[in-house]
C-alpha cells in the first residue's frame, strides 16, 4: 500500500519504514496488547515513518504535498480505496510491479521473493541454484531498476498485467515451494507460506487478468500438495517419505478442490509446466498405495514437462519415476552418460538420487560415493535425517538380500 501511494522506486525507504513499525509494534504490543486493528496500526506508524525520513532527503517536495492532507490519525480513516480494474490485493499488484519487463527475470524473482514473500537472501540462493553473492547483485539490478521509475506507475495496463503474467506464476509456485520443503533450519514445511501462495493464487484465477489455463493449473497443483502436507511430517517434525506417510491422514477435501481447479485447467488448448506437474500430484494423491501408483503415468508426464519446460530437474525426476516402474536399472540408463549442469551437479539431489539408483542395483562402491557427498552438501537437518533414513534403509536391505544369497550358495 505505501508502494501504492508513495511510488515503487522508493521501495528501499519503504522497507525500512516497515521494519522499524515492526520492530515498535514488538516493543509496544508486548506492554500494552494488540491495538484494534493491527494492520491499520502498522501502516499509520510506517507511514509516518516514512514521511520523517522523506522530510530529511532533498527533492521530495512532490509527495509531501500530495500526502499532507492525508489524515492517518485513526485506523477509521483509513479505508482501502481500490480504483477501477484494480487487482484488489496489494501483494499481488506488487507482485505485478516487480515482475517489470525491464529487470531480467531472475532478478524479478529475487525481488519479489525478498521483498514481498520475506525470503532471506540464503532461502533464494538455495530455491534458485545460485550462490547468494549472485542474489545480492540481482536485487541490487532490480532496485536500481524501480528508482529510475517515474513517479506514481503503479497503476498498469491491461497489457502490463497479461505480458507479466508467467513471471507472477513463477514467483507464486517458488513461494509455495518453498512453505512445501522449506530450506529454513528451523522447520521443514511452512504451512504459511503454503497458504499465502494459495490465497494470492486463488485471488489470481478470479481476477480477469489471471483467469487462464496456466493459473488454474498452478492452483491445483498447490492444492494437490497441500493435501499431503499433514501426514509428510513425524510428531517431532521430521520429514517422512512417500512410502511411510498414513495416506488417511491427506486432505480428501483439498484433493477434491484441486482436481476440480485441474478439471478446469484442461478448458482450451494450453498445456504449461503446471499442467503436466499438477498430472503428476494428482497420480500420487488418486493411488491408494504406493505400489498401486500408476507409475507409468507418472513417467509420461515427466516426458511432457521435459519437452515443454527443459531442464535436467525434471530428467532426473523421470529416472526416479521409471525406476519405479521398471526398476533401478532403467532409472540408472537415463542418467547414463547425462553431464548435469553445474547447479544440479552441487545440489543433493543429483547425488542422492544416484546413491539410491546405485545402491538398488547393488553398485555398493558407487552407492556409497554418492551418498556422502549427498549427506555432505543436505541443506537442512531435516532433508539429511531424511535421505539417512532413506539411503541407509536401502542399503540395509541389499545388505540383508546380499547375506541371504551368500548362505544359500553355501
Known amino acids: 500500500m505505501l508502494s501504492r501511494r508513495m511510488g515503487v522506486q522508493h521501495i528501499e525507504d519503504i522497507e525500512d519504514a516497515v521494519q522499524s513499525a515492526l520492530m515498535t509494534a514488538l516493543e509496544t504490543w508486548t506492554v500494552s496488547g494488540l491495538p484494534d486493528n ?28 500530495e500526502n499532507a492532507k492525508e489524515d492517518i490519525g485513526t485506523p477509521q480513516n483509513h479505508p482501502e480505496i481500490f ?21 531480467p527475470v531472475e532478478s524479478q524473482l529475487v525481488l519479489a521473493l525478498k521483498t514481498l514473500c520475506g525470503f532471506s537472501i540464503q532461502e ?36 502490463q498485467y497479461s505480458s507479466r503474467l508467467p513471471a507472477v506464476h513463477k514467483v507464486l509456485y517458488l513461494l509455495f515451494t518453498e512453505g512445501y520443503l522449506s530450506s529454513h533450519t528451523a522447520q521443514a514445511i511452512r504451512k504459511e507460506l503454503c497458504n499465502e501462495a494459495i490465497r494470492l ?67 482450451g488448448d494450453s498445456f504449461s509446466r503446471y499442467h503436466a506437474e499438477a498430472g503428476i500430484a494428482a497420480e500420487h494423491c488418486l493411488a491408494p498405495s504406493l505400489q498401486d501408483t500408476r507409475w507409468d503415468k507418472i513417467v509420461e508426464c515427466y516426458s511432457l514437462l521435459e519437452r515443454i519446460a527443459p531442464s535436467a530437474l525434471h530428467k532426473l525426476n523421470r529416472a526416479v519415476a521409471l525406476a519405479e516402474w521398471k526398476g533401478p536399472a532403467a532409472g540408472l540408463a ?54 539417512q533414513r532413506r539411503l541407509w534403509t536401502d542399503m540395509s536391505v541389499n545388505q540383508r538380500r546380499t547375506k541371504k544369497r551368500t548362505t544359500q550358495l553355501r
Request: with cysteine; net charge neutral; proline share 4%.
Open 38 to 65: 493491527p494492520s491499520a496500526w502498522l501502516y499509520r506508524v510506517a507511514h509516518n515513518e516514512l514521511i520523517g525520513e522523506l522530510r530529511q532527503q532533498i527533492g521530495r517536495h512532490r509527495i509531501l504535498e
Open 83 to 103: 480504483l477501477e480494474g484494480e487487482v484488489r490485493d496489494d501483494l499481488l499488484r506488487m507482485l505485478f510491479v516487480c515482475c517489470d519487463e525491464a529487470i
Open 124 to 159: 533464494i540462493a538455495l530455491r534458485l541454484f545460485t550462490s547468494e553473492a549472485n542474489v545480492y547483485k540481482r536485487l541490487g539490478r532490480a532496485r536500481s531498476r524501480l528508482r529510475k521509475l517515474p513517479p506514481h506507475t503503479g497503476e498498469l495496463s491491461g497489457e
Open 201 to 267: 493464487a486463488t485471488l489470481l484465477a478470479k481476477h480477469p487478468v489471471g483467469q487462464s489455463p496456466e493459473t488454474f493449473a498452478l492452483l491445483a497443483l498447490m492444492h494437490l500438495h497441500a493435501a499431503r502436507i499433514t501426514a509428510r511430517q513425524d510428531g517431532s517434525g521430521g520429514l517422512l517419505l512417500l512410502e511411510e506417510q498414513d495416506r488417511e491422514l491427506w486432505d480428501r477435501q483439498e484433493i477434491q478442490v484441486g482436481l476440480e481447479w485441474l478439471a478446469k485447467s484442461a478448458q
Open 334 to 387: 537415463v542418467l547414463k552418460g547425462f553431464e548435469p549442469p553445474t547447479w544440479l551437479a552441487s545440489s543433493y539431489l543429483w547425488s542422492a538420487v544416484l546413491a539410491d539408483l546405485h545402491q538398488r542395483c547393488e553398485n555398493t562402491q558407487k552407492a556409497d560415493f554418492y551418498r556422502d557427498i549427498a549427506l555432505k552438501s543436505a541443506p537442512t537437518r531435516a532433508v539429511k535425517e531424511l535421505l
